[in-house]
């Protein structure tokens, strides 16, 4: 490998919004820095199964759904 191109590749702390913290390598910031995740498995709804709902207001999945509801066969 050719040097000086490539960036620095260093341990950092990562802190999850419940408190836990871990340690893992990264290009991001500085050897020992302390990163705090605003959205982490512990919290988002794509880990946790939280209640997700489409919001359409007669928009383009509503266009969608009519164009195509004679494909859907009925249960």
């Known amino acids: 490998m050719k ?3 490539h960036p620095d ?3 950092v702390e990562v802190q999850l919004n419940d408190g836990s913290t871990y340690k893992t390598r990264t290009t991001h910031g500085t050897a020992g820095q302390k990163i705090t995740l605003d959205i982490d498995p ?3 709804p794509a880990w946790t199964g939280g209640d997700a709902k489409l919001m ?3 928009g ?3 266009r969608f759904n009519k164009k195509f509801a004679s494909f859907v066969k009925a249960p």
């Open 3 to 5: 040097k000086g191109i």
């Open 56 to 58: 359409d207001r007669g």
């Open 60 to 62: 383009r999945l509503t």
């Open 9 to 11: 590749y260093h341990f």
């Open 42 to 44: 512990s919290t988002h």
